[in-house]
T-cell receptor, first 117, second 113 residues
């Protein structure tokens, strides 16, 4: 168990709808990352938050948004859903980097499987 | 061309075999290299984490990084059926580049009894 908790595990919804995915990072981790995994694209970085602030953005659609709350949990909001948004959405967290800028490894949750019908 | 290339397999080996998994990359800015294992319907699980070139060993697993060739490898000794999973390489840039990971597409491994 990585310590990263994602809810819900499964989500089935219709095109045009909006959903919210939730992530609780490991205790002590300040960074939260969202990734999308589809069969044809593999794991794609969406967005990163650090201690409540957006730190980096990847291939995230304008229909998608995220935020990190003061208690460090994060939510990924997906709106105007399309069939192509069906995928696994993973959240990961990492500890603050140690001195010298050594990056901390990412630890992943078990994901939310989104099916858009 | 993708930044990180990984043979998708599937790779099938007998129990006890030595497994070699590889990735090549094109971005010379990558300095941190990882291997993740992903079982079906689960999240990626960190196996190995290395910085820059060299070898790192942890139990039956050895990670190698050759930055001059832009080539990384994961060796699994005495492979077990429980090693059957998809193995993902991942890498990130150093300070200033953030901690964003770029993944390979994964190699599916099956260890047969």
């Amino acid at each position: 168990d990585s310590g990263v908790t994602q809810t819900p595990k499964h989500l089935i919804t219709a095109t045009g709808q909006r959903v919210t995915l939730r992530c609780s990072p490991r205790s002590g981790d300040l960074s939260v990352y969202w990734y999308q995994q589809s069969l044809d694209q593999g794991l794609q970085f969406l967005i990163q938050y650090y201690n409540g602030e957006e730190r980096a953005k990847g291939n995230i659609l304008e229909r998608f948004s995220a935020q990190q709350f003061p208690d460090l949990h994060s939510e990924l909001n997906l709106s105007s859903l399309e069939l192509g948004d069906s995928a696994l959405y993973f959240c990961a967290s990492s500890a603050p980097a140690t001195g010298g800028g050594y990056n901390s490894p990412l630890h992943f949750g078990n994901g939310t499987r989104l099916t858009v019908t | 061309q993708k930044e990180v290339e990984q043979d998708p397999g599937p790779l099938s080996v007998p129990e006890g075999a030595i497994v070699s998994l590889n990735c090549t990359y094109s971005n010379s800015a990558f300095q941190y290299f990882m291997w993740y294992r992903q079982y079906s319907r689960k999240g990626p699980e960190l196996l190995m984490y290395t910085y820059s070139s060299g070898n790192k060993e942890d139990g039956r697993f050895t990670a190698q990084v050759d930055k001059s060739s832009k080539y990384i490898s994961l060796f699994i000794r005495d492979s077990q059926p429980s090693d059957s999973a998809t193995y993902l390489c991942a890498m990130s840039r150093g300070p200033g580049g953030g901690n964003k990971l770029t993944f390979g597409t994964g190699t599916q491994l099956k260890v047969e009894l």
